[in-house]
């Protein structure tokens, strides 16, 4: 091999390395992992529709699946202060935008003793497009964050 | 006297060779289906071949292999996503619903006329295994009379609710309720409790399945007509329609034997890809049973015209809630279950007004006419409805809006119906139809 | 000088008026069939209220934009007519009407929240209830049913059923605020029948509730919708012989149930054709019957009309469904930012955006649904664009709170119906913000409006008030209390802000030290313009401090009307130079305003209303276009009209049959 043909082989290679590690870097993908101690369960970051907070929500077991009782948690943080759980109360609800109708069973929310919200029941009866809604109630705002999800 | 008897039972069964000839269902047909469940504990007799619907049959064209293996990934995802059908979820509401002995106490319990006011008509008269476990009418005429098609009972332990609008939550209150109402069944808990109890047969296939004897006493007699109907549950559940041609398709397809999956016939499998792809039916008839479990309105104008009536799901909600029966009151067998207590958190609200259950389209071929009030007669009339929305009643600002007209073509019509056609299951074996022999 | 009642008579009202609605007379008729067949009508009212029916068939009609009671013969002619007024000048504004067996008319009174009695001769006899929450007291009486020795009325603000002997003494209440078993929303009509079972038209809850004789909570039935047994506004309520009479207005029908909710028949076809009538039914509002029950009564407010029916044959059926797809009801406030106007349809409920950048504004999306929760509504009162213009502000009187919708229009230029333009942003319960005054009520917030600083002006109509929030959405400041003088509102309906040159100062270095807005409040009860100047100091940061002291009233404005009563102003917007555009629902006319309160223009045909161009029925809203150009609400009208600063008819839209007047005479 010529060393010119060599030179152009490694610099192709730190390329695509290169590229590589931008991408990873640079990812706006929003699973991540949680380094907090005691926790692995990866998330989806979800800003709140006014800017002021900011959520971790993960995903149930098996995804958001139709016809089955979903369950995850939601860290509610502020945006100017992401340190810690705020001390605020939530509200969870689903919509399906095309069809105008919500879900046929209420979730259920218990706020834990760490701050983080555990919802349960969430039934997504349906195949297609649903809005999740996430309501951080912090007296006397009521401020909504909302998922997309495609349902299969 | 002996030509005399003998002159009677030639007349009989003379009349009733005749009548079950006739072939049209009348209410004499009625009466002789009750005959036959009269006549059903003889040992001798075998029951009778069950006659399924006929379906058209043109030439079979299959698809090619090609064809097969070029869906795609996302349509194969959502074709697997019907099927297989699988055991239904054992009801935990009802501690027998697995158990084989208290299947067999409710199997006899179906065929059997003394359920009814009358005497003569039993489950089975609305519940016809010849006709899908459905009654082919559009309105039933059992005891007095209807406003509600009947709805077949195969499968129907993969359901979560029950009449179509949910007023009951459990397979074994369901029955309870047409027991109890005299303008279906009508004998009762109480009619219910002694037939049981007095019957030889019935106390000890009771004894055999509950551990202890029945007893009509006004303090027993609901618990043993909730028993009761708990073993009706139980033999319900097993009425099972086993695999279908689109069932064996979809497993080939699962197992990737793309030969076995070419035998499925090719008007079935573009009716399939219409109803996973642009016609989109899964919304509502999802997964395996290919019913959401859930309430919708199609806009279905009530039969004879005029403003719908019927409150639906809405009334449902308030009926179950305050139903003795329903899985989280005092006669279920878990009713602190997270199963049980679902009813209290469902959405009630009037949006919910004139919503009825989605129906299974497993076997819908052998179950015409459809609709909540028997309105569409054939296939094709609800193909056609679904394709323009004619005359549906739709009102905006109210309830939601999932439907809009498919514009579907007479071949797309054609294809889909062959797909429903090929959501035929197998029968439930022989002796899980029609009452079981009496015991020696 | 004026008496307390002004009276004019044609001639004197017999004696032994029987009572409506309740069935407490010796010689009981039987039961009637179904109901439908039109009989007559009364039109030319001016907002209707409710009606009762005497022993003489005699129609006992009140008009609440006028303070009048009509009685009207049962061969149609009127009898007589009189205005009832709190004090000279200010008429009543009098909603629930009812007969007892000894002759006493009871009118309920929204201005002063009283329950006035008078005698046939209409001289008054005494007051029952007065402004408050306390138990015995009255806010916003509606409807109201005697029977049996005591006076029931739906106490709407309260949400309650307040229940006086006839002498006014308070025996007790029935229900309280919400939404669960036995309690009540804003409760617009009460009836009861002979068991002493109490109805009542839960409106707030589209519902109807029962309680039983001895007060308890029976059962209710109900819900938002258009199917048999369900609502849309159920509005008014009679009781009689078994049957219950529902006045449904937003479905345009009367529904009739049994004492237990079922269904029993319904009757009115929607009115299509403007001001149709003849049996034919748009937002009837309240259903009577007469003493004997062969007669039912239905008001429509909207239309000015009274229309009576009697039986229809065995062969009547119930109406269709309506479509209110079509129904393009708009009503309440409306805005303009750029080239987007947006407007509330309360009854569906909606919000629409329309794009004005075409000859004919184009909807762009429409969103909005009824319930509770956050991110719905129950019944919107206004809509107001963000300063960025880029989400709107609507106010739901019964929630107590103001929603932030934001609004994406996709940025590829292609003109489109968007069903899911806008987003739930936030919504604020403006009773929990820190630093409001606490109130005997909850906030209801109805007009909103941008100052030119970025605040946030918001009509309270259940305190006579409006709450001034900073640009950050904290509180600053209320203006006004309730009451009727200088400084007080009764229903605040609309606000225009400016700013107040009169309030800037600047430094020696030209830097601005103060500033402030003139914020003018149209308050449609109280017959006024009130006027504050606000100010505030500005910091070296530039930002703003308010100061207390900096609040002045600067008085009031009125607009004389021809009967001696000032007219009702609903709708404002900014008119330049110190002008106002002001619409008078009242009166069917849109004015021009200058600086001092003078009319310079005049649009519409003074109190007749009419479809052609610049004629009015029901005017709300208005708001200011860039360029002066002002949309106008023509709510009775189902359209919009435009007209440009000179008050020359630039374009209308709506619904078709209403436009064709206009483009006919193109």
Redesign the interface.
């Given at each position: 091999m010529s060393s010119k043909n060599l030179r152009a082989r490694i610099a192709a290679c730190a390329l695509v390395l290169a590229g590589i590690a931008y991408a990873s870097a640079t990812s706006r993908a929003a699973t991540q992992e949680n380094a907090a101690a005691g926790e692995h369960a990866a998330y989806k970051t979800v800003r709140s529709n006014g800017g002021r907070y900011v959520l971790h929500v993960t995903e149930p077991e098996g995804g958001f699946v139709?016809?089955k009782?979903l369950a995850f948690d939601v860290r509610v943080l502020r945006a100017d202060d992401p340190t810690q759980p705020a001390t605020v109360g939530l509200l969870v609800d689903a919509d399906?935008p095309e069809?105008?109708?919500?879900?046929?069973?209420?979730p259920?929310i218990e706020r834990r003793a760490d701050g983080t919200f555990r919802v349960e029941?969430l039934y997504l009866?349906?195949?297609?497009w649903w809005e999740v809604f996430l309501d951080v109630v912090e007296s006397p705002w009521t401020e909504r964050a909302q998922l997309r999800v495609e349902v299969? | 006297m002996k030509r005399l008897v003998t002159f009677v039972l030639a007349s009989a069964v003379a009349s009733w060779a005749v009548a079950s000839c006739a072939g049209r269902n009348t209410a004499n047909d009625t009466a002789n289906d009750t005959a036959r469940g009269a006549l059903s504990g003889t040992a001798s007799e075998s029951p009778p071949a069950i006659s399924t619907e006929p379906a058209p049959s043109p030439p079979v064209d299959r698809p090619s292999v090609e064809l097969v293996a070029a869906l795609d990934a996302l349509t194969i995802?959502?074709i697997l996503?019907h099927g297989p059908l699988g055991a239904p979820a054992p009801d935990p509401t009802n501690r027998v619903a697995t158990s084989l002995e208290a299947a067999h106490l409710g199997q006899r319990l179906f065929y059997d006329p003394r359920l009814s006011l009358d005497g003569f008509h039993s489950c089975a008269s609305c519940h016809m295994p010849t006709r899908g476990f459905a009654d082919g009418l559009d309105l039933p005429v059992p005891v007095g009379s209807s406003d509600r098609h009947v709805p077949s009972v195969l499968n129907a332990a993969h359901q979560r609710w029950f009449f179509w609008d949910g007023r009951a939550d459990s397979l074994w209150s369901q029955a309870l309720a047409v027991i109890s109402n005299p303008k279906e069944l009508g004998v009762g808990r109480p009619g219910l409790a002694r037939l049981v109890t007095h019957d030889a047969i019935y106390r000890a296939e009771y004894r055999a399945a509950f551990g202890e004897d029945p007893s009509d006493a006004p303090t027993d007699e609901d618990r043993t007509a909730v028993n009761a109907a708990k073993a009706i549950a139980a033999y319900e559940a097993q009425l099972e329609s086993g695999d279908s041609a689109f069932d064996q398709f979809a497993g080939a397809l699962a197992a990737n034997d793309l030969d076995a999956a070419a035998t499925y016939p090719s008007d079935a499998l573009r009716g399939l890809l219409l109803f996973v792809g642009r016609a989109n039916c899964?919304?509502?008839h999802?997964?395996p049973n290919f019913s959401?479990?859930?309430?919708h309105s199609i806009g279905m104008a009530p039969r004879g015209g005029?403003?719908?009536?019927h409150?639906g799901r809405?009334r449902g909600i308030e009926i179950l809630r305050a139903d003795p029966f329903r899985g989280s009151g005092p006669w279920s067998d878990a009713p602190t279950s997270?199963h049980a207590r679902?009813v209290d958190?469902?959405?009630q609200?009037?949006?919910q007004?004139?919503q009825v259950r989605t129906p299974s389209l497993r076997n819908v071929a052998r179950t015409a006419p459809y609709m909540s009030e028997g309105q569409k007669a054939t296939l094709r009339e609800i193909l056609e409805y679904y394709s323009t929305l004619e005359g549906a009643?739709t009102?905006?600002?109210?309830?939601?809006?999932?439907l809009k007209p498919l514009a579907l073509s007479e071949g797309d019509m054609t294809d889909l119906e062959a797909f429903l056609r090929s959501l035929d299951g197998r029968d439930p074996p022989d002796e899980r139809v029609w009452a079981p022999p009496k015991p020696r | 000088m004026v008496h307390t009642l002004l009276v004019t008579f044609a001639l004197a009202l017999g004696p032994s008026i029987q009572e409506s609605g309740g069935a407490a007379t010796s010689s009981r008729e039987p039961s009637v069939g179904r109901f439908g067949a039109f009989l007559r009508e009364t039109s030319g009212l001016a907002a209707p209220a409710s009606v009762a029916i005497d022993e003489e068939g005699r129609a006992w009609i009140t008009e609440s934009h006028t303070g009048t009671v009509r009685v009207v013969a049962s061969d149609g002619v009127e009898a007589a007519r009189f205005v009832l007024e709190v004090v000279p000048g200010l008429p009543r504004e009098p909603h629930g009407i009812a007969i007892s067996p000894a002759g006493e008319v009871f009118v309920a009174d929204a201005v002063e929240h009283a329950v006035v009695v008078i005698d046939g001769s209409a001289l008054r006899k005494r007051t029952i209830g007065k402004r408050g929450a306390a138990p015995g007291e009255l806010r916003e009486p509606r409807g109201i049913a005697v029977v049996g020795g005591k006076v029931f009325v739906a106490d709407s603000g309260n949400h309650r059923i307040s229940v006086f002997a006839l002498d006014g003494k308070f025996e007790r209440a029935l229900g309280r605020r919400g939404f669960g078993p036995g309690e009540l929303l804003a409760p617009n009509d009460v009836a009861v029948d002979a068991s002493g079972r109490v109805f009542v038209a839960d409106l707030g809850n589209?519902r109807i509730v029962r309680f039983e004789a001895d007060g308890s909570f029976g059962k209710s039935w109900?819900?938002?919708?258009?199917?048999?047994?369900?609502f849309h506004a159920p509005c008014g309520i009679a009781a009689r012989d078994g049957r219950v009479f529902v006045a449904d207005r937003d479905n345009h029908r009367i529904q009739v149930f049994d004492k237990d909710g079922q269904?029993d028949h319904e009757w009115g076809v929607h009115a299509v054709r403007p001001r149709e009538g003849g049996g034919k039914l748009h937002y009837p509002s309240d259903v009577a019957l007469a003493p004997k029950g062969d007669i039912a009564a239905v008001v429509e407010g909207l239309e000015g009309r009274v229309q009576f029916f009697g039986e229809a044959g065995s062969t009547a059926?119930?109406p269709?469904?309506?479509?209110?797809?079509a129904?393009a009801h708009y009503e309440g406030g409306c805005d303009v930012a750029g080239d987007l106007l947006a407007v509330l349809e309360p009854a569906?409920p909606?919000v629409s955006i329309f794009d004005l950048a075409h000859p004919t504004p184009i909807e762009i999306t429409r969103f909005g649904r009824s319930?509770p929760s956050a991110g719905k509504f129950l019944v919107p009162a206004d809509v107001e664009f963000d300063p960025d213009g880029k989400s709107v502000w609507i106010s739901d009187p019964l929630l107590h709170r103001i929603s932030q919708y934001s609004l994406t229009r996709k940025s590829d230029g292609i003109l489109r119906f968007d069903p899911f333009m806008a987003k739930f942003v936030r919504a604020l319960q403006l009773d929990e913000l820190p630093g409001v005054p606490a109130t005997p009520w909850p906030t209801e917030p109805t007009a909103l409006e941008f100052g030119p600083d970025g605040r946030m002006y918001v009509a309270d109509r259940a305190n006579g008030r409006v709450l001034v929030l900073t640009p950050e959405m904290t509180f600053e400041r209320a203006l006004g209390s309730v009451g009727t003088g200088q400084g007080k509102l009764l229903e605040p309906t609309a606000i225009v802000v400016e700013p107040d040159e009169s309030a800037r100062a600047v430094d020696k270095d030209g830097r601005t030290i103060t500033a402030g807005a003139r914020v003018r409040v149209a308050d449609a009860r109280g017959r006024k313009i009130e006027t504050w100047s606000c100010g505030w100091e500005i910091d070296e940061c530039g930002s703003a401090a308010s100061d207390g002291n900096r609040t002045r009233n600067l008085g009031s404005i009125s607009i004389p009307g021809p009967s001696g009563a000032d007219r009702r102003p609903f709708g404002m917007a900014a008119a330049g130079a110190d002008g106002l555009w002001v619409s008078l629902e009242d009166a069917n006319l849109v004015l021009r305003l200058d600086g001092e309160g003078r009319i310079t223009t005049t649009l519409g045909a003074d109190g007749v209303g009419g479809l052609g161009k610049l004629q009015w029925f029901h005017p709300q809203g208005l708001a200011r276009a860039p360029g002066g150009s002002i949309v106008a609400i023509d709510a009775g009208n189902h359209r919009f009209q435009v007209f440009d600063a000179q008050g020359v008819f630039r374009t209308a839209w709506g619904s078709r049959l209403f436009l064709e007047p206009i483009l006919k005479a193109k």
């Open positions: 139709r016809g009782p399906m069809h105008l109708h919500g879900t046929n069973r209420v259920r029941n009866h349906m195949p297609g299969e | 995802q959502r996503r899964r919304s509502c999802a997964g959401d479990g859930e309430f005029g403003k719908p009536s409150p809405m997270e679902e958190a469902l959405v609200s009037s949006e007004w004139g009643v009102v905006a600002h109210h309830g939601e809006q999932v | 589209q109900g819900g938002l919708g258009p199917f048999a047994g369900l269904p059926s119930d269709p469904i309506v479509d209110r797809s129904s569906g909606s319930g």
